[in-house]
C-alpha cells in the first residue's frame, strides 16, 4: 500500500524517509518484481560466517546490482558461492530504506550450467585435498588377519546381508559388529559420523567398512560430508569406504584407507579366504622340509671336504677331534632339526585340526543339511515363502525342494 503521507505532505516537501518508504512501497506492490529470475557473474562476495547471511553483487557485461541473501536462505545451499562464479539468483528487488538503495532479495540460488551437488562436490574435495585428508601417507594399513570387523550401515536392505555372507563364508572365525545408521537423507551423516567416533574410541574392531548400495547422487550425498569425511582421517582403525557401484565416488572414498567399489568388494577385502591360506600351510611346510634336507646335505658335504684337508695336513688325532666334533654337531642338528620339524608339524595339525572343525563337509556328515534359494544361503525362515524352490544339499549330494 502506498504511504498517503507522500500525497499529503507540506508544500509538496518530502523527508528523505518518506521517498524511499515511497518508492519501497511501489516495488514492493509491483508483481513483476516480486519474483525474478537473475543470471549474473557474483562479485563483491561478503559471506558473514557469524550472522550466516551472504552479501553480494550480480553484474553482466554492462550493469551490476546488489544483492542479500539471509542466514536460514543460505544455509539451504548445497554449493558455497564464490567471486566469478555464475549463477541463477531467484527473489524479489525491493528498496533497503536506511540506504535507499534498491537491491535483490535473494531466495535461492543455482550454479549456471552446472549442478549446485556437482559444484559442492569438486568444491569440498579440492578443499580437503589441499589440506591433504586424502594423501597416501594418512592411508593405514588393513590388518591382514582381523579378528572383529565393524560396519556402518543400515541394518536392513541386501548390502548388510551380502557383507555378512561373505565375511562368514571367507573367515568362519570371524566376529562381526554392526553399527546401525540411516545411509540418505539429513541425519544420516550424524549417525554415521557417531558410528565412525564409536570404533576409533572402543577400538573393538581391527578394521571397518563403512558404506551402502547404489543410489542417486542425492540418495549418496550423506557420504560428501566435511563432518563425516574429518571423522574418518581421524579414525584410529582402518576404515573401507564401499558406496554405491564402481562408478559412484564420493569424499569419504577419497578419505577412506581403502575404497572397494561395492559392499561385497568391501568384504572380500576385509578377511582373507580360509582356503587360500590353508594352501598356503602346505607350500610353507613342503618348503620348510626341502630347505632343512638342502641345509643338512651342505653342511654333510662342508664337513667332508674339511675331513679331507685335515687328514692331508695334520696328524690323525686333529682328525678324530674334528670328527668327534662333527659326530656331536651332527648329533644336535638331528636332534634340534628333528625338534623344529615336530614342532612345526604340531603347530600345521592343530591349525588344520581347527580349520576342520569348521569345515561345512564336516558338518554335513554329522546330519545337517546346508538350503540355498537362488544361489544365497538361507539362515532364516524369513528368507523363504509358500511355493519357493529351494536346494538342500546332504553329505552325499543334493537335490530340489519345494516350500509348502
Known amino acids: 500500500m502506498i504511504n498517503t503521507s507522500f ?76 567471486n566469478g562464479m555464475k549463477v541463477i539468483a531467484r527473489g524479489r528487488v525491493s528498496v533497503y530504506e536506511a540506504t535507499g538503495q534498491y537491491q535483490l532479495y535473494i531466495d535461492d540460488m543455482q550454479p549456471y550450467g552446472a549442478g549446485a551437488l556437482a559444484v559442492a562436490f569438486e568444491q569440498l574435495k579440492a578443499k580437503l585435498e589441499k589440506e591433504g585428508l586424502f594423501h597416501v601417507s594418512a592411508k593405514k594399513a588393513i590388518p591382514m588377519y582381523p579378528k572383529t570387523v565393524g560396519i556402518i550401515t543400515s541394518p536392513t536392505g ?28 539429513e541425519e544420516a551423516p550424524k549417525q554415521l559420523i557417531k558410528g565412525i567416533n564409536y570404533f576409533s574410541k572402543k577400538k573393538c574392531a581391527d578394521v571397518v567398512i563403512i558404506g551402502r548400495g547404489g543410489g542417486s547422487a542425492e540418495d549418496l550425498w550423506a557420504f560428501n560430508s566435511e563432518e563425516l569425511a574429518r571423522a574418518i ?3 584410529e ?11 559412484d565416488f564420493t569424499i569419504c572414498d577419497f578419505v577412506a584407507d581403502i575404497r572397494e567399489h561395492t559392499p561385497s568388494a568391501a568384504a ?91 569345515d561345512p563337509e564336516k558338518t554335513l556328515m554329522r546330519g545337517y543339511a546346508a538350503v540355498e534359494k537362488d544361489g544365497i544361503t538361507v539362515s532364516s525362515v524369513k528368507q523363504v515363502a509358500k511355493g519357493d524352490r529351494i536346494t538342500i544339499t546332504l553329505a552325499d549330494g543334493s537335490f530340489k525342494a519345494l516350500v509348502e
Open 158 to 185: 541386501a548390502a548388510i546381508e551380502d557383507m555378512k555372507s561373505i565375511l562368514v563364508k571367507r573367515w568362519p572365525i570371524v566376529n562381526i559388529l554392526i553399527y546401525p545408521s540411516l545411509v540418505q537423507g
Open 268 to 358: 572380500k577385502r576385509a578377511v582373507p579366504d580360509i582356503f587360500d591360506e590353508r594352501n598356503k600351510l602346505s607350500v610353507l611346510e613342503k618348503s620348510l622340509n626341502v630347505y632343512a634336507r638342502k641345509n643338512l646335505a651342505h653342511r654333510e658335504l662342508y664337513f667332508e671336504k674339511l675331513k679331507d684337508n685335515m687328514a692331508d695336513r695334520g696328524p690323525a688325532k686333529a682328525l678324530e677331534k674334528k670328527q668327534v666334533d662333527f659326530d656331536d654337531l651332527a648329533k644336535r642338528f638331528y636332534d634340534t632339526e628333528k625338534k623344529l620339524i615336530e614342532e612345526k608339524e604340531n603347530s600345521l595339525k592343530a591349525l588344520e585340526d581347527k580349520l576342520s572343525q569348521l
Open 233 to 235: 582421517y581421524a579414525c
Open 7 to 82: 500525497n499529503n505532505s507540506r508544500s509538496g516537501i518530502l523527508s528523505v524517509s518518506q521517498l524511499n518508504f515511497y518508492i519501497k512501497s511501489l516495488m514492493d506492490s509491483d508483481m513483476k518484481l516480486s519474483g525474478v529470475f537473475i543470471s549474473g557473474e557474483i562479485s563483491n562476495l561478503t559471506d558473514h560466517y557469524k550472522s550466516g547471511h551472504i552479501y553480494l553483487s550480480l553484474k553482466d557485461e554492462k550493469s551490476i546490482i546488489r544483492g542479500v541473501m539471509f542466514a536460514g536462505n543460505a544455509a539451504r545451499l548445497k554449493f558455497r558461492p564464490e
Open 237 to 247: 582403525v582402518p576404515v573401507i569406504s564401499a558406496v554405491g557401484h564402481e562408478t
